[in-house]
């Protein structure tokens, strides 16, 4: 069918009307229009008509002295930064004010996630530090922190864009208590997203909370903290609520450009893609081709999947959780870039209304399969993952063969298929 191309001018917008019997489409009426552009027309649209992608690029764009000196996500230089900030008898003059809020918040955070901490919170607040060091790179460990009064050392494993890797954690702890013996000991997992660590003795820390205890400090301080540090520290509070947290008007932003462009923008992906969009595109091409899986919407870096089995009992047709399901339950396939490398899958038991029924859920689903345990001693309140099995590790500069990560997918999903068939029947009274 020959398309219908516009003038050029729109007659709508000069006022006039067009004829009653003109049933030509409009092709500038929303939805029903955009499905007529071609691949061309979508992608001149998405440059031409994008105020929101120009508002983005100007709140991302900011001058920051972190990304001018090109170490926004390097690693050593958050530690270092952290050092010093940390650190009461460096040159900001503020003491142990950013010692004492960040461990603070730190004991409490361990204290919800189940590990024992040598000290409270509240304890730690009416305390005066004496005799602190800050150490980096202390036989390996990024960043360790001494305190003789009160005694306590804290271990603290830095990953900005690498995984752990040859049983790092349990050395660091052998380290931490065969030089410090005696004194009570403290480790502390800290990553952009604040995932859990092989070894539940770490707490999970996030940049996101680092980012929520610095903006409060900063508050409370006011005008006693010097304008060069001020301003350096605010520098660093910009550069992690851009680059490690979301920013809930740049997330706007980003929906309201993929609502009004997401043709052009599937078309560049699609085309361009991304490195760890790449390793993980062998997976989904053969994902396609197995009719017992739903693919579900995905992140670039992630896919998710469902049996289609469940389809009509705990899933809806296009593998979100059904409103009679107790938690979201899906197969989670990841690929994680940095230093170290690595792709992996599990399952994961997301949110729930109801926390007991989804405590219930996770016990069940351990209980009918041995595949599927947690690395931790409790679970998490938001996003569970059990049987974590790792596909693939490689450096960051390696050349790796994506499609050698297709066959560890296809034997973890036939050794949980059984039990992934059985959920419905499972949870039957609980939906």
Not at 117 to 129: C, K, M, Y
Not at 153 to 182: C, M, P, W
Not at 227 to 235: E, N, S, T
Request: one cysteine or more; aromatic letters at 8%.
């Amino acid at each position: 069918m020959p398309r219908y191309r516009p003038h050029r001018q729109n007659p709508r917008r000069r006022g006039d009307q067009s004829s009653p019997d003109d049933t030509r489409p409009a092709l500038y009426s929303g939805a029903m229009s955009r499905a007529h552009e071609s691949d061309l027309e979508c992608l001149e649209r998405f440059v031409a008509e994008n105020d929101e992608l120009l508002e983005l690029e100007e709140r991302i764009g900011r001058f920051n002295v972190f990304d001018a000196l090109g170490i926004a996500r390097a690693e050593i230089r958050h530690s270092n930064f952290l050092a010093w900030l940390l650190n009461p008898n460096e040159s900001h003059g503020q003491g142990d004010l950013f010692l004492k809020a960040v461990l603070m918040d730190i004991l409490r955070r361990a204290r919800r996630n189940d590990i024992s901490v040598p000290i409270s919170a509240v304890s730690l607040d009416g305390a005066e530090f004496r005799d602190v060091e800050i150490h980096r790179e202390w036989k390996g460990i990024d960043l360790l922190i001494r305190c003789s009064d009160p005694a306590l050392v804290v271990t603290i494993e830095n990953k900005v864009d690498s995984g752990e890797h040859s049983g790092q954690l349990g050395r660091y702890e052998a380290v931490a208590e065969a030089d410090f013996e005696g004194i009570p000991s403290l480790f502390v997992f800290l990553t952009p997203d604040g995932r859990h660590a092989s070894d539940i003795d770490w707490t999970p820390y996030s940049y996101a909370d680092i980012f929520r205890v610095l903006s409060r400090v900063r508050r409370q301080a006011g005008g006693s903290l010097g304008p060069d540090v001020a301003i350096f520290l605010d520098h660093y509070l910009n550069l992690i609520g851009s680059r490690f947290m979301e920013d809930p008007h740049v997330h706007d932003l980003c929906r309201k450009i993929y609502a009004n462009h997401r043709r052009a923008i599937d078309l560049l992906i699609e085309h361009a893609g991304s490195p760890k969009h790449e390793i993980l595109k062998p997976v989904r091409d053969w994902l396609s081709t197995k009719h017992e899986y739903i693919l579900r919407s995905s992140p670039r870096n992630l896919l998710y999947l469902v049996p289609r089995s469940w389809v009509g009992s705990i899933s809806e047709a296009n593998g979100e959780p059904s409103s009679r399901s107790p938690c979201d339950i899906f197969i989670e396939v990841e690929s994680w870039g940095g230093e170290d490398s690595n792709a992996s899958i599990r399952v994961v038991v997301g949110i729930g209304a109801n926390s007991e029924r989804r405590l219930e859920v996770i016990n069940r689903l351990m209980a009918a399969s041995p595949i599927l345990k947690m690395q931790r001693k409790t679970p998490s309140a938001s996003w569970t993952r059990l049987g974590s099995k790792t596909l693939l590790k490689w450096k960051k500069d390696e050349q790796i063969k994506a499609e050698l990560i297709v066959p560890g997918v296809e034997q973890y999903l036939s050794s949980i298929h059984t039990v992934m068939e059985s959920v419905p029947s499972i949870l039957k009274d609980l939906l």
